[in-house]
């Protein structure tokens, strides 16, 4: 077993999601590890302190696991997401088509950041 999907487990057992729930997760997880045929498999993300080469935040994520959450994304967040130019329709339809590359390629004036979201 995995670390991902030992989390899963690990908010099953503190009751923080359902059963059903944790089967969806679980089987997300299997499906982006699962021979995908050349599709991409993960989501990365990293946030750099302009000016900077070391990342602040370096997030990789299996893709079943991203296409589930974004299901939850609150329109307040969704909002928020887009006002920074990020098209979530984009990044969707990227992952339906298993497309790899940099998708996501912005400054943040707000706190000096640069972030970047590829598929690989």
Avoid: C
Avoid at 11 to 27: C, F, G, H, P, V
Avoid at 70 to 87: H, V
Avoid at 95 to 107: A, H, M, N, Q, R
């Amino acid at each position: 077993m995995n670390d991902e999907q030992d989390r899963v487990l690990k908010l099953l057992e503190e009751k923080k999601i359902t059963a059903d729930e944790a089967s969806k997760l679980l089987n997300a997880i299997n499906r982006s590890q699962g021979g995908t045929g050349g599709r991409n498999k993960f989501l990365k993300v990293r946030v750099y302190p302009r000016g900077s080469d070391k990342a602040k935040v370096n997030v990789t994520l299996p893709i079943g696991l991203v296409k589930w959450g974004m299901n939850f994304i609150p329109a307040e967040a969704r909002a928020k997401i887009e006002e920074q130019e990020i098209d979530m329709k984009m990044i969707a339809d990227a992952l339906e088509k298993g497309i790899t590359g940099k998708i996501v390629d912005v400054d943040e004036d707000e706190h000096g950041n640069h972030v970047e979201i590829w598929l690989e």
